[in-house]
């Protein structure tokens, strides 16, 4: 029987890029979910270069016309999936906290999701897929599709990033290596601190995640729809149809959109101003410190990863609260916060009133800060694993990749923080143990730099990042995918090699249950 291998496409276009050659190398029934906005929607009904048996338009199956919910489905749906939908709903960025357009009301939200769960109860009860391959889950209801597929016994292919520059990991989960369970059996090469640090440099081609990612965001930041004429211009004269049919348009008319990406300039430069003329350019390193680098709103690692930890500024009173006297709390805010307008000077305020705290310009190296350390602190940042490799503890509060080290302390509970600083603040690394996470790392990495990718594809059809909604023309799209051939092909064939992996586990345990 023919393997059904559903698909989720999004707006990077990367996993329909990388089905086109897909089909080609495995022999399968192709389906595919797709979450777009209307004028791109247009190129799936028509396109000829993936054989999909069928498709589905995210948006098409919920409305705003119900107005109310049915509560006692979408209780049994909770039980059922072991969701905690709230979880999920409150830290939807479009929902609650970051959306300037639309104040969605609770039962408007509720009536969303349960056309949503319905859907895709659908979804599963009639094609029944045994593969789902996917982005990075970074909105709540690709997330709630991902948490469905283990009821269903369907093995996720999630395309997500280990903290390594230009390198990604295809697993169920963007926090374990798949059937990996511990670093107890693992064969490994003993290497120096030093020898560890190079292999990562290798990896990461010489610069570091945090600068890749920079030279991402000032490229395609949505600045770019005001700074430039041609996405202001297609902007202005494209139909104006999502805010009726997408919940992550409602409310943004043109009129809106302009006049907020106005306010954000202003706010933007204010906040910078501030940031300038308050943060520490040159912090004191000389006496002992604990280093806590902030989280990017609106990001997944916090949003989804870490849902009880969204609000920085009380995430930094808890941990202050919770080091030892001797010590010092350095924050420095991340420099990622520049693709968000940084954060509201109201908030900087309130940081730099909490004692025993020194805010720290995003302009500063985290690296000679991790260096200097005692002991970092994250949610579930980059940080973290880069703390090992300068022989530094790291507290986390979401499990990760790299939660695998023993001088990682996982938080389960905040109450327990102070003593787990305590605990790591005396623990030493053991290039033991890293030596062995990086042979599990390098086995399962693939060379795909998805920043890259969508990088060109930005530029390629929406005008640097500036305008998304736009018509997809299916001649520019097959040159766009013939001229990556090598890297897309690549692709494939490492989602290809992990659906052997999956059947092979599967077939073991079968054969170990009989």
């Known amino acids: 029987m023919k393997d059904k291998v559903l698909f989720w496409l999004g707006s990077d276009f990367t996993q329909f890029c990388m089905a086109y050659y897909f089909q080609k190398n495995h022999d399968c029934e192709m389906y595919a979910i797709i979450d777009i906005t209307n004028q791109p929607k247009k190129f799936f009904e028509t396109q000829k270069l993936v054989n999909f048996k069928k498709i589905w338009f995210f948006h098409d199956n919920y409305d705003n016309k119900k107005t109310i919910p049915d509560l006692e489905y979408l209780k049994k749906f909770d039980e059922k999936y072991n969701m905690d939908l709230w979880k999920l709903l ?108 190079a292999d990562i440099e290798k990896m990461n081609s010489g610069l570091p995640m945090q600068k890749q990612l920079m030279g991402y965001w000032e490229k395609h930041s949505s600045y770019s729809l ?22 992550n348009y409602y409310g943004r008319t043109k009129f809106r959109v302009l006049i907020h990406s106005f306010k954000l300039i202003l706010k933007k430069r204010i906040r910078e101003n501030f940031l300038k003329q308050n943060f520490s350019f040159k912090p004191e390193t000389n006496t002992p410190y604990i280093f806590l680098p902030l989280g990017i709103n609106q990001e997944r690692h916090i949003l989804i990863g870490a849902p009880f930890y969204t609000n920085q500024l009380e995430f930094v009173k808890m941990v202050a609260k919770s080091i030892p006297i001797g010590y010092r709390l350095l924050v420095k805010e991340h420099p990622g916060m520049w693709s968000r307008e940084w954060r509201s000077t109201s908030e900087y305020k309130e940081l730099l009133k909490i004692p025993n705290v020194t805010m720290i310009h995003p302009s500063v190296s985290e690296i000679e800060l991790i260096k200097n350390s005692s002991l970092v602190i994250t949610t579930a940042g980059t940080s973290g694993f880069q703390a090992t490799l300068y022989e530094k503890p790291s507290i986390i509060f979401s499990d990760t990749f790299y939660s695998y080290l023993s001088s990682v302390f996982r938080i389960e509970s905040i109450e327990e923080l102070p003593l787990t600083v ?86 073991d345990d079968t054969c170990n249950l009989n």
């Open 422 to 507: 305590k605990k790591a603040l005396s623990t030493k690394v053991d290039p033991t143990d890293l030596s062995k996470y990086m042979k599990i790392i390098s086995e399962n990495i693939i060379d795909f730099n998805f920043g890259t990718f969508f990088s060109e594809f930005n530029t390629a059809f929406y005008h640097n990042g500036g305008f998304l909604d736009v018509i997809i023309d299916e001649k520019k799209m097959e040159s766009f995918i013939s001229d990556r051939e090598t890297e897309l092909e690549y692709l494939s064939k490492c989602h290809i090699e992990k659906i052997q992996q999956h059947k092979k586990f599967i077939q």
């Open 90 to 197: 409150i830290n939807e960025r479009m929902f609650y906290g970051f959306y300037d357009f639309h104040k969605f009301s609770t039962n408007e939200i509720l009536c969303i999701e349960e056309q949503i769960c319905k859907f895709f109860e659908k979804i599963f009860s009639e094609i029944k897929p045994n593969f789902f391959i996917t982005k990075l889950t970074a909105f709540h209801h690709l997330e709630l599709f991902r948490k469905m597929c283990g009821h269903f016994n369907t093995r996720v292919l999630m395309l997500s990033n280990p903290k390594i520059s230009n390198r990604n990991i295809i697993s169920e989960n963007d926090t374990k290596i798949d059937y990996i369970q511990n670093l107890d059996n693992i064969e490994f090469i003993p290497k120096t601190f030093d020898e560890l640090r």
């Open 226 to 247: 005001i700074s430039s004429l041609e996405p202001l211009m297609s902007f202005l004269f494209s139909p104006e149809t999502n805010t009726k049919t997408h919940y």
